[in-house]
């Protein structure tokens, strides 16, 4: 009509444009904040530099012992003496890590040792050990890599004395062993995430729904028993590859490997670094001052599949130096954790906490033939010959490499204390 007033349509071309760009405005201001849930108030945090590790595999390199000889970089060499012990005289192995008892023909992979470039590893004394350990407490805190690694150090102190178990969860995952003649205590924390998590799994460990895990909230089965421990030893990382809910200031802030279309993946490698800041925070900033461990990243050696899906590993030798370095998944977790304990170093240097690198990674790498495979049960072949039998190529085989782990931990802990050998 003549003399009215003519109206803009209600969604003309320029509504619409303003409208998208207000939107847009909105999603990156989100994803802004998500991020800064993700990585506010912690050390080094920069997720600008997490999609750069994506399909990355850094160099493995080689840790300086303050001007000492390197005693994580070295070969494995043909060693005719043998292990410490046997699966029949250490009473302490759990039957999936019991290689010989159930069935494994093969033994070569009894008879190595890790030789450091241009020095020695002095082997395992456990007498000497147990004197430094009189009246001492030691906590295992990680995942079941750990229950394997304790089991070799009470295999390796049974020589001089049994412990007695007064302790164990209802599942049996974290333990308490007690040295009645020493007054010394070894403790496993089984912790996975060494963070606050939900597992939602049925009797048999499969997943009914992804984990919740809480980034900036530590377990407390570890944190609440922390002040009694002379010695602790840390480690995390495989089970960061679940598929998980992560939640920051107790909100979600994304997800890997969910079926939420409405949550960010944030893939693997941001919420370990962050798990890992959150521990480092703890550590550095308590009164109590143990000798703190942080062992690194554990290779498996699955081939022609994973554990889910056919991966077997079979070979009965070592690898030569150069001959296999690892997935590239290995270099990236082990960059990670390297670079977040560089950071807590520089922490503990102004808070007095006491910090030393466990890197079993490159000696572990080069040994595919050390995990229980199919040996994982008893007498998987009995039956069928060609039973399609599922292995394992994380754990290792008891008696086995994880052994040197523990030579590790005594030459650290003796030079650290100037405890001689001889």
Same mark, same amino acid.
């Given at each position: 009509m003549a003399g009215d007033e003519v109206q803009e349509p209600r969604h003309s071309p320029l509504r619409k444009g303003l409208y998208t760009l207000f939107m847009i405005f909105i999603a990156i201001l989100s994803i802004t904040f998500t991020y800064y849930l993700l990585f506010s108030n912690s050390s080094g945090s920069d997720l600008t530099s997490c999609p750069a590790f994506a399909g990355s595999s850094p160099a493995i390199s080689r840790r300086d012992q303050g001007g000492q000889c390197d005693i994580f970089s070295g070969q494995w /060499?043909?060693?005719?003496?043998?292990?410490?012990?046997?699966n029949l005289s250490c009473n302490f192995i759990e039957s999936p890590q019991n290689c010989l008892r159930n069935g494994r023909?093969?033994?070569?992979?009894?008879?190595?040792?890790?030789?450091?470039?241009?020095?020695?590893?002095?082997?395992?004394?456990?007498?000497?050990?147990?004197?430094?350990?009189?009246?001492?407490?030691?906590?295992?805190?990680?995942?079941?890599?750990?229950?394997n690694h304790m089991q070799s150090m009470i295999c390796l102190l049974s020589k001089v004395e049994e412990p007695v178990e007064v302790y164990h969860d209802k599942t049996y995952k974290s333990r308490t062993w007690y040295f009645v003649n020493h007054n010394f205590t070894i403790s496993l924390i089984w912790t996975p995430f060494l963070v606050k998590s939900e597992l939602f799994e049925d009797d048999e460990g499969k997943a009914k729904s992804e984990v919740h895990l809480h980034l900036d909230i530590l377990d407390d089965k570890w944190t609440s028993q922390y002040n009694k421990y002379d010695y602790v030893i840390f480690s995390g990382g495989q089970w960061f590859l679940k598929a998980m809910i992560l939640w920051v200031h107790n909100t979600t802030v994304g997800c890997h490997n969910c079926n939420n279309h409405n949550l960010k993946e944030l893939g693997v490698y941001c919420p370990y670094r962050k798990a890992l800041q959150t521990v480092y925070e703890f550590m550095t900033s308590s009164d109590h001052k143990p000798l703190i461990f942080f062992r690194t990243w554990t290779p498996d050696h699955f081939e022609y599949g994973e554990w889910f899906s056919g991966g077997i590993c079979n070979r009965t030798r070592p690898y030569s130096e150069g001959e296999y370095n690892g997935k590239p998944i290995d270099h990236v977790m082990r960059t990670i954790e390297i670079e977040?304990?560089?950071?807590?170093?520089?922490?503990?240097?102004?808070?007095?906490?006491?910090?030393?690198?466990?890197?079993?990674? &490159? /000696?572990?790498?080069?040994?595919?033939?050390? &995990?229980?495979?199919?040996?994982?049960t008893f007498n998987p072949f009995d039956?069928?010959?060609?039973?399609?039998?599922?292995?394992?190529c994380l754990h290792w085989c008891l008696p086995g490499p994880i052994d040197t782990w523990n030579e590790l931990v005594m030459k650290i802990l003796f030079d650290e204390s100037g405890i001689s050998y001889s």
């Open positions: /060499l043909s060693d005719p003496s043998g292990p410490a012990y046997t023909p093969d033994k070569d992979y009894l008879y190595w040792r890790w030789k450091p470039y241009g020095c020695e590893l002095p082997p395992f004394d456990p007498f000497k050990f147990m004197d430094a350990m009189k009246d001492k407490t030691w906590a295992y805190i990680g995942d079941s890599i750990f229950r977040e304990f560089d950071k807590a170093t520089l922490m503990a240097s102004k808070s007095g906490a006491r910090l030393k690198l466990l890197d079993t990674f &490159h /000696l572990s790498v080069l040994r595919p033939d050390g &995990h229980p495979g199919p040996y994982r039956k069928d010959k060609t039973a399609k039998v599922q292995n394992d």
